[in-house]
């Protein structure tokens, strides 16, 4: 079995040890909620500085211009793009993962609805299991549309073969499950669904800085995703999307705000989309949690997704190696699946009582998190996670498990 | 004429003199932008330190529960209630005007079309001079509807009368007009809205924290406003969104996210909205740039709404007075309106070389702005503007215009 003096060789022989020096964590800390609010890296705090204290106290309104505040959107968006396999003028952060998937859902129904071959798909497919924020605003748009749409949801991602047919009009999914940590195939499920006759929007909250991710590639049709994981770009930071550049030109969507329009300020009084991407923004943009998601991003570029990829299935498989050898003995399932091809970067164990865990792990300073109903959920972030740290996680939660409290059957008290 | 001592002597005299420390404004500038982009607070710096080092860095995911991270949204919006004469649980702050307008807007339209006696009401009518994203957004909203609604522009506020029929479902307005400063009366016209059947959304961008506003007694059914202008929340900080108490349980609109969910951690796969003012919650919010929005609330409880209207406007009539008096000889002409009860706290001046202007007083550490066509606009934060501000401010506009130069005609090159 895999010593910790095994992992402590591993951390020293590991190319990307550096890139923790980038972040400040606090010591002492195993932080494995990454996949939920990603560690602030180390520039973050002077970023924050230079934007509340010199942007906005001293340099005020120049700054919309002078510190490009105006085009941050659309700059971020290009320095995300390289992350996501899109190019420059494709991605803008804006706005949250919710409002950004409403405008990629409505520009693709527009899509089919423009065209009288796909102008009957009234369908939108999507896994019951998806994060239900998106399952939420997929129910909103078709119920107010009131034109015949509804949403079907599968229970498995093998069910999307039958699923979506030639009424689907939009498939729409979430490349690695917030609770399982399974991955999609998304070029598999982009062809199957574009042979179809559906358009494909993919939501990268829990990819986009985790696993590689190439829109271009997949060849699909819209994308969303948020930056306060795996980009660590800060506490509810704006989210992104990504518009195909074939649909750059049609995509519209009902949330037409001025900054999406074509000269916002020429203050018009008709509505002229622009047609780049900018015509995926909408009202004035929280400037300064919009900046600090440079400084998250900016790390990336000191790396490329590939050695983050082969690290992150390295600390997935030791922890998933040592929870079963060390925790076998409790009733302690994995829910993630075993094979690299589909799993996240994240790992999620079944345990009857996981939220008790759970407290008891952060009283013992491992970071994790629970999910409704029973699921442990830990997220390795390949940037700053060591080796050592997933054998001192696994040492916990051993020990925890080992005592007898558990097994009395403590029940939550609350949700995380 | 008022000398430059008599307006020093005024700001010896001015009990609110004080509030202008709770500011961090730059040395020798004079600010007159207050109204695009508020200054910033003194404790802002701080705030945003705690918020990115301490609550972010160190207590990472933990502190969407113990720094009330999920809460902000309404523990915000109760604070700003206060200063729109809203009560507790009416008000949150989130998303973007835009964006919450969209929710207004979708929500009184639903409301109307649920009523037999008001379902056959298709017109939204609003000012063509309203803020442009405002009737962007009720462009889109009513193109996507798709139902036979339209948007109605009435060229002046007095046709509203003739405008507001039986075909109205909903009259969309900002108190005060972003060009002209024009402050409308809120209590006439939404009794006036009423009266005929529609309901009144109003857009408070320009008017909270700058003239009193008491929704309560207006009796009006929504609002939206934005916080980084008189409220001084930061550059792009969220917006808010106020409902009626006697709307709440049935407010409905099409982004319906997670935050708006009944039961948001139970992670249910259908939607059921909440029957509180989180109805009008979509995503997850970006928490560094609304925790700020805290830090300018707080100036407001060191004073209140009705001394600070008394202050501005004694300093927009010792602007008007002093830019008609000094500069009476250039063709400067006074498109705001001399009439307390019509006047915001901004004053606009056209000028056949406005923009020009405006850069030259720039130059000369006097923060204005232009808006297209020809207009000066300065803002006047009865928090911060000194009486002396303004005399020094007119006699460097005095000393421009005096100059030969832009009397020869200079254009401008760019939009700021």
Not at 26 to 45: H, T, V
Not at 305 to 328: H, Y
Not at 348 to 364: D, K, M, N, T, W
Request: net charge negative; hydrophobic share 45%.
């Amino acid at each position: 079995m895999t010593s910790r003096q095994d992992c402590i060789q591993m951390d020293e022989d590991d190319d990307l040890a550096s890139l923790r020096s980038h972040f400040d964590l606090p010591e002492g800390l195993i932080y494995l909620d990454g996949n939920s609010l990603g560690a602030r890296p180390r520039q973050a705090a002077a970023r924050a500085r230079e934007v509340v204290e010199q942007q906005w106290g001293t340099d005020l309104i120049t700054s919309w211009n002078r510190a490009g505040w105006f085009d941050l959107p659309i700059k971020l968006g290009d320095k995300l793009a390289a992350l996501i396999g899109a190019g420059p003028g494709e991605v803008v952060v804006t706005d949250s993962t919710s409002i950004n998937l409403f405008k990629a859902l409505s520009a693709a129904l527009r899509i089919q609805a423009s065209d009288p071959r796909s102008a009957s798909r009234k369908v939108i497919v999507t896994e019951r299991s998806n994060f239900p924020t998106d399952v939420y605003i997929a129910q909103g748009l078709t119920e107010w549309l009131d034109r015949g749409y509804h949403v079907r949801l599968v229970d498995t991602p093998e069910e999307l073969d039958a699923a979506v047919d030639r009424e689907t009009a939009v498939v729409m999914l979430t490349h690695v499950n917030y609770r399982s940590g399974r991955l999609l195939d998304m070029n598999a499920l982009t062809a199957h669904a574009h042979r179809r006759g559906a358009l494909m929007i993919w939501d990268l909250a829990h990819s986009a800085g985790a696993v590689p991710v190439d829109m271009a590639a997949a060849d699909a049709d819209f994308a969303v995703g948020c930056t306060y994981k795996y980009l660590n770009g800060g506490p509810g930071a704006p989210a992104f999307i990504w518009v195909a550049p074939r649909h750059l030109s049609r995509f519209s969507h009902p949330l037409s705000g001025w900054w999406g329009h074509a000269r916002p300020f020429a203050m018009e009084s008709g509505f002229e989309r622009s047609d780049t991407i900018r015509s995926a923004l909408c009202g004035t943009q929280p400037i300064v949690s919009l900046a600090l998601v440079e400084a998250g991003l900016d790390v990336f570029a000191l790396t490329d997704m590939a050695a983050l990829r082969r690290k992150s299935l390295a600390l997935t498989d030791l922890f998933i190696d040592l929870v079963e050898s060390r925790c076998g003995a409790h009733p302690v399932t994995l829910i993630t699946p075993r094979a690299h091809e589909h799993r996240g970067s994240h790992v999620s164990f079944e345990h009857p009582h996981g939220y008790a865990v759970v407290r008891a792990l952060i009283e013992r300073d491992v970071i994790g998190d629970y999910r409704e109903p029973h699921i442990m959920r830990f997220g390795f972030t390949p940037l700053y996670i060591r080796f050592v740290d997933v054998w001192d996680a696994v040492d916990r939660l051993a020990a925890i498990l080992d005592a007898e409290a558990f097994e009395a059957g403590i029940e939550p008290d609350a949700v995380t």
